[in-house]
């Protein structure tokens, strides 16, 4: 280079470095139930505030089963157009290809993470996304209703049953025919993988896929638990049931019309909502467990990951960083009673003050059965949809719980053979 050209490219380049940088526009595509969106566009504003960039959010469907399908299109696709990905604790193995390596950007955060939950989101030594909330189910029940017939919170399903029997006859002879006894995700997605698992785990009938791979699902005790799952159809379960998702349960219990309902944190902050039928009546206790047998909630929760193909990467870290720090952490926890994935939050007086079941909930959620997202790698969402589908069919009364469970290990075993052997 010529003296002149130099001396012209180093003014440049200080000239460059004194302006201010250029705000971006970032895309944040996110599903949601109950306020998420909400909650999410008021943490997106401080950002903005604080960052100088803006913030779109594209909003999906419910289902972490549909965005799951999207996403996996427009990431294969190399899609520019969505910088940050709100995904759910079971994909990161399915899709770490295609997020940036957070664990550099992250690092001063990271150690105030339960580190089982960064655990979640590392594949091969990379961390594919930072967590924003974690979640564990609860069994929600109507004080009122148990207390006015003298009953407890069941501990067993066989008692949940007995209960749900028992109030739903007496109510229903007052004149209280709108009531159900139990609900909670039957429709043929995920959440029922969820709700599955729970009960054949917490019959003793193990993970579905051991954590060393083994296929374990066709065994007696999970036999147990799905025949008792088909028995609540139709007498304490509305046949409905087989349809609903995590709103649909909430709909019915959030009207009075349930006794029971399974389901997140997040329907505990709604159903003391000031629009709430059932506002200041009902508590929460684990889930139940066959006599004799562990209660099993399943591990859930929420992240937040970078696409490789952003072109806004930087802005794109900056803004994941942020929604998973704790001040947003501490704003769901106290909104939305969303689970931290910071164990200091659990000891946070505002918190515990605005949603008790968050420092209630701390045992469950240490105790929380993982998916068998892990063992299976790239085939979990086969796996799952394998899962869910004889679980539907089950509770449909279209097939019996050992006649299902034979078929799906058979189908299991197949796709271990292309996948995970
Ligand atoms: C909740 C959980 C998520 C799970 C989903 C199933 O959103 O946090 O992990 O996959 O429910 O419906």
Same mark, same amino acid.
């Given at each position: ?40 566009? %008021?943490? /997106? *504003?401080?950002?903005? $505030? &604080?960052?100088?960039? @803006? ?6 469907? #419910? ?80 004080? %009122?209703? /148990? *207390?006015?017939?003298? $009953? &407890?919170?069941?501990? @067993? ?6 209960? #749900? ?88 219990? &959030? ?167």
């Amino acid at each position: 280079m010529r003296r002149k050209d130099a001396t012209l490219a180093l003014a440049l380049t200080s000239l460059l470095a004194a302006m201010p940088a250029l705000a971006v526009e970032l895309s944040v595509v996110s599903g949601s139930v109950g306020k998420d969106i909400t909650e999410l566009r %008021d943490a /997106l *504003d401080r950002f903005e $505030k &604080q960052s100088g960039n @803006t913030v779109r959010i594209v909003e999906m469907p #419910a289902s972490t089963t549909d965005q799951f399908g999207q996403y996996r299109l427009w990431l294969s696709a190399g899609n520019p157009d969505i910088d940050v990905y709100r995904t759910d604790v079971i994909w990161a193995p399915q899709l770490a290809n295609h997020f940036v390596d957070l664990t550099e950007a992250a690092k001063d955060q990271i150690p105030k993470h339960f580190p089982s939950i960064i655990q979640s989101q590392t594949v091969g030594g990379k961390l594919v996304a930072l967590p924003m909330y974690t979640d564990a189910p609860a069994l929600y029940y109507r004080k %009122d209703l /148990l *207390d006015k017939y003298g $009953k &407890q919170p069941p501990k @067993t399903w066989e008692e949940l049953k007995a209960t #749900a029997q028992e109030v739903l006859d007496k109510e229903h002879a007052a004149g209280n025919g709108q009531l159900v006894g139990f609900v909670f995700q039957g429709a043929p997605y995920e959440g029922l993988t969820c709700d599955g698992l729970e009960w054949v785990s917490s019959y003793g009938g193990g993970q579905i896929v051991d954590p060393k791979g083994n296929i374990t699902i066709n065994n007696p005790k999970a036999e147990a638990a799905l025949a008792e799952a088909r028995s609540w159809i139709g007498t304490v379960s509305p046949t409905g049931v087989l349809a609903y998702k995590e709103e649909e349960a909430r709909g019915v219990w &959030q009207t009075g019309n349930a006794i029971f309902m399974r389901n997140w944190p997040y329907a505990y902050a709604l159903s003391n909502g000031s629009d709430s039928a059932v506002a200041g009546k009902f508590g929460v206790v684990p889930l139940p467990a066959a006599e004799g047998e562990t209660s099993a909630a399943c591990l859930g929760g929420w992240n937040l990951a970078v696409s490789k193909y952003s072109r806004h990467q930087k802005e794109a870290i900056d803004l994941v960083t942020f929604l998973a720090d704790e001040p947003q952490q501490k704003q769901r926890a106290v909104n939305q009673a969303r689970l931290p994935t910071m164990p200091e939050l659990y000891g946070d007086p505002d918190i515990k003050a605005a949603q008790p079941i968050v420092p209630q909930w701390q045992s469950v959620l240490e105790a929380a059965v993982p998916r068998p997202s892990a063992p299976t790698q790239g085939q979990y969402n086969e796996v799952s949809k394998e899962f869910w589908t004889a679980v539907n069919e089950t509770l449909a009364g279209r097939i019996e719980p050992a006649a299902a469970l034979k078929q799906l290990e058979g189908r299991l075993r197949r796709l271990k053979r292309s996948a995970w052997d």
